[in-house]
Each structure stands twice: as C-alpha cells, then as structure tokens.
C-alpha cells in the first residue's frame, strides 16, 4: 500500500485503474508561495514540497507519493489551476485550436527508497466548440485541474494529436512509477 499524499480524484482514478493499493490524504501545502515562471520548475518545488510536507505530517510508515501538474502554453505561459469561471475561460480559450505540454512531477518515498520524476505530455486540440466550452465551465469540473484541462473528459474530443502518456496529463505518470513499484516493493 502507498500514502496518495493528493486529493486530486484524477490521480486517485489513475492508481484504481492501474491496481495500485493505496490511501488518499493530502498534506498541507500552499503553492501558491512558490516563484517561479518555469513549469517544469513550478511542477518539481511543488510536489517537492508536498512531499516534505507529507514526511513531517504522516511519516514513512507507509510510502508516500507526491505529484503536481502544470500546462505550458503554446506562447510559453504557466497555466496553473484556475481561481474562477474567468479564470478558467481564459487558460481554456488560449488552449482551443493551439498546442501545449502537460508537465508532472512525483516523488514516491519509502524508508529506504526515493524517486523523482518530471514527464510531460504534449497536444494539440481542434478549436473547441463555445457551445460545449460554456457547458464544461458551468459544470466546474475545470476546478482544481492544472489550466482547467480535462484530457480524459471535456478535452478528449478536440485532441488533434498527443505526444506522450495520458496519464502524465491526468497528473501522474503511472507507468513510470510502475516500474519503479515493481523493482522495489
């Protein structure tokens, strides 16, 4: 069993999906505080962060796995999770018929064990229809989503191309830590 230290529900989904027994409790940790622009920077100080955050709240009893996503736009912005409806329209609009790269970082720890990992996922979508934007902004399921993306659900039908696994964009490279599970468990 591993310590998600998340409560992202797409992560948790992810590790279910992949048969990973596990625990969900998420340490406290403000990202907000971290400065800087660069997303694979941003990504690693974040889940880095939540990691140690994690050791000093629940310990190493049982391994902890940490992880944060950003998208970097197509004009090289960090999109982070959106704070409003404006927010998320905004980030949404600038990714409708353009690319960008989904970046996620983990940590996974044990006692005698650790790991880091920073993987991105590259798409490009189709433009999305504003009908079907509006509906997936009144929904709120872009909340708490790195650029309010959802790759698995309201994004999928647009995506034009992918470079890279799903699940790094879902925020967990999972077939990365898998390997990495089955050498050292």
């Known amino acids: 069993m591993i310590h998600l230290a998340s409560n992202s529900s797409s992560r948790a989904l992810l590790l279910k999906k992949f048969n990973i027994d596990f625990k969900q409790q998420a340490p406290s940790y403000d990202e907000e505080l971290i400065q800087t622009s660069n997303a694979k920077d941003f990504a690693y100080i974040a889940s880095k962060g939540k990691l140690e955050s994690a050791i000093k709240e629940f310990g190493l009893e049982t391994p902890l796995l940490t992880a944060d996503s950003v998208i970097l736009s197509f004009n090289n912005e960090l999109l982070r999770k959106p704070k409003n409806i404006d927010d998320a329209k905004r980030i949404l609009e600038l990714q409708s018929g353009s690319s960008m790269a989904i970046i996620s970082a983990m940590h996974y720890k044990t ?75």
Request: aromatic fraction near 16%; hydrophobic fraction near 35%.
């Open 111 to 185: 006692q005698n064990f650790y790991m880091s990992d920073v993987s991105a996922t590259y798409y490009h979508f189709e433009k999305f229809d504003p009908k079907d934007l509006e509906a997936y902004l009144e929904s709120n399921l872009w909340s708490g989503k790195a650029g309010g993306c959802m790759v698995e659900g309201f994004c999928k039908k647009y995506i034009k191309s992918v470079h890279g696994n799903e699940s790094t964009a879902m925020g967990l490279n999972v077939e990365r830590l898998l390997g990495w599970l089955n050498l050292y468990n």
